[in-house]
């Protein structure tokens, strides 16, 4: 890791600045594929994913069966599938929790307001293949749109390992299809004679995908959020471990190449322990040179104070951020900025991307500033209802008579004065 000692404020948002993004040249190869999507519908995914992912779908069919996602189950190990049934289990127990039930509130005598959450009718689910079979990610999209009463829950991904298909049935996702990329984007954004369109697409991805989903939501199409390469923060101090610390570290870095890690200390000598522990840990990783990558792109910054680490912590708006230190809850209440907080020595960040019961699709690129992870309520949408007693409507109506008026709305008053002189009639 690049150690910075005592930084001043003036240099931190360069140090704290992601990779920029080639976003216009990026653009420029997506659009061409969403516009042949759009214009070809399903030739255009069968040539494309010949072209960039080397699968025949001519072969095999765009469409996993309810033959194959039954069969999955039987190809997986019973300590496998109890795994993802026990973290179903916490993810679905946690986001249930988050079902609000509907609140009338009297405004004023006569005057009731409420809220009802309708599932968004059809989603779509977008699962990366790329050098992992992200199953983890099925349940964490799947079981929020299940709880949420999503009518149809479309699911893309090139990945063809069983635990993702094995997931997608245990959540209830309704079809399954073997398109990958950009391209999966699009079918979803558009619709093909196979795949329907649908209303909001979910879910991570490369640049590509990421860029993707950015092109259509400009189109109108509802998208989870942007999304840009995954990243951890970890605030240390002489509490923590220093082989935790690294463990967490490389966990993130072990994502990819573009992972970008954080450390943040008041401590010189935990980040030095931290920084011998790393290339021990990272030597025994089987993703070691993608970990690596990362690692020697990485960052650990020494600040005087807990008072600038958390400063500094809340400007960089981390997509995880473990605190490791003493009293790391109190920490926690002055975190205004970040996807995820993971609290102590004993609380991994992989807890939280596999089973803890958090949903672990946040915020990533400093988005956390504005943007929460998702959560039951990205599934649903909230429609507001009202009703007015004839007792009500005579004690609000003057006020909007007298609001219309002054913008010269006319057609609105008397939407409400016609009402008024039939009562008083």
């Not at 699968?55 to 033959?67: Q, R």
């Not at 011998?276 to 070691?288: A, G, K």
């Not at 970990?291 to 008072?307: E, F, G, H, Y």
């Amino acid at each position: 890791m690049n150690i910075i000692p005592f930084p001043p404020r003036s240099e931190w948002s360069a140090l704290l600045a992601r990779p920029v993004q080639k976003s216009d040249q990026i653009e420029a190869i997506v659009a061409p594929i969403l516009r042949q999507v759009r214009e070809q519908g399903d030739a255009a995914l069968l040539e494309l994913s010949q072209r960039f992912d080397k699968v025949n779908l001519d072969e095999i069919g765009l469409e996993v069966s309810a033959a194959e996602l039954d069969a999955a189950e039987a190809q997986l190990s019973d300590e496998l599938k109890a795994a993802i049934r026990q973290a179903y289990g916490n993810i679905r127990t946690f986001h249930e929790a988050q079902k609000q039930p509907i609140q009338k509130i009297e405004t004023m005598p006569g005057v009731s307001c409420w809220r009802r959450s309708v599932g968004i009718d059809k989603v779509g689910l977008y699962i990366p293949g790329g050098t992992a079979p992200l199953f983890s990610t099925v349940l964490m999209l799947g079981v929020p749109a299940q709880l949420a009463g999503c009518r149809e829950v479309v699911l893309c991904t090139p990945a063809t390992h069983p635990a993702v298909f094995f997931a997608a049935k245990l959540v209830g996702v309704t079809r399954v299809f073997r398109v990958g990329g950009a391209q999966a984007v699009a079918a979803m954004a558009y619709g093909t004679a196979t795949i329907p369109q649908v209303y909001k697409i979910f879910g991570p991805g490369n640049q590509y995908v990421t860029a993707a989903k950015m092109l259509v939501a400009k189109e109108g199409v509802a998208i989870d959020m942007p999304a840009g390469p995954s990243e951890v923060a970890v605030y240390a101090d002489d509490t923590a471990v220093p082989a935790f610390v690294a463990a967490d570290l490389l966990s993130q870095a072990e994502h990819g190449a573009d992972s970008q890690v954080l450390l943040v200390s008041t401590s010189k000598k935990l980040v030095t322990a931290v920084n011998l522990v790393l290339d021990t840990q990272m030597s025994r990783l089987p993703r070691r040179d993608l970990a690596a990558q990362a690692i020697q792109n990485s960052k650990a910054i020494l600040v005087d104070t807990p008072d600038e680490a958390i400063e500094l912590l809340n400007q960089y708006a981390a997509e995880h951020l473990i605190l490791s230190v003493q009293d790391a809850e109190t920490v926690a209440e002055r975190i205004t900025n970040a996807g995820s907080i993971f609290l102590g020595n004993y609380t991994p960040e992989s807890a939280g991307d596999y089973a803890s019961g958090t949903n672990h699709t946040l915020p990533t690129n400093g988005f956390a500033r504005a943007y929460s992870g998702v959560s039951l309520d990205s599934f649903v949408k909230k429609i507001t209802v009202q009703h007015i007693s004839p007792e009500g409507l005579q004690v609000l109506g003057p006020v909007v008579e007298a609001m219309a008026e002054a913008e010269s709305l006319d057609a609105h008053k008397r939407a409400v004065s016609i009402r008024l002189a039939q009562l008083q009639a």
